[in-house]
Each structure stands twice: as C-alpha cells, then as structure tokens.
C-alpha cells in the first residue's frame, strides 16, 4: 500500500475508532475494496489528514455538507466521530442551522432529528 493509504488508514481510525474501521474492513470485499482504497487514500490520507483546518473544522463541514446535499446515511457516524474530533453538541447545532438556512428547513431538521438520536443513545449506554 501506499504512504497515503497508510496515512489515511491511520487518520480514519482516529477519528471513527477501531470499532467502526475494523467492521467496514472485515465487510470489504473484492469488489469493493478499490472503493475502501479511494476513499482511504483521498478522502482520509489527503483531506482529513490535512492540517490546514482543524479536524473539529472538518467535522462541522463534513455534518452540515451531508445534510446539506440530503446524504443522511453517514451522519451518524460523523455525530459520533466528532467526539474524537473535538466538536460538540453545540457546534454541530451551529452547522445545522447553517444548513437550515443555506440548504433547508427540511434537511436540517432531519440531520439534528439523526444527531439527537445519536446522542441518546450515547447517555443511555454511558450509564
């Protein structure tokens, strides 16, 4: 593998733990594993490793850029990356509301109707 990959493989682990990477690994088959190579490489070994802004930045941008174009599937697991990342509650109530009023009322309910779930469910097993 290349740098990138082994750069990207290790960013994407830090922000969306070992849990969650291990289990896309050990899903990735044949056929999808140019996929995992890509966006291992470009969107973790070159975006999310860059230190241009901060990875607390980047997981505000990345929230409300998926709620904004309608991709709620991945939300969930940026709510909870952002833990890792150094974004809060409030920050990414801050990105929603962008979203709301740059993208759409509807969009945006749906990304903090996501987020909220996510962050019951966190209370509820922290107990």
Known sequence: MSERHDRGMQVRREVLGNRHVDR???AMTKDD???QDLITEAAWGTVWASDA???????????????ATGNFEEIEMHVRAAQRTGASK????????HVAIYAGVPKANHAIKIAKRVWQEQETTDR
Do not use: G, N, Y
Request: charged residues 30%.
């Open 53 to 67: 802004i901060s990875r607390r930045e980047r997981s505000m941008l990345t929230l409300a850029l998926l709620a």
């Open 33 to 35: 594993k140019p996929f």
């Open 90 to 97: 409030r920050d990414i109530m801050e990105a929603f509301q």
């Open 24 to 26: 896309a690994q050990s």
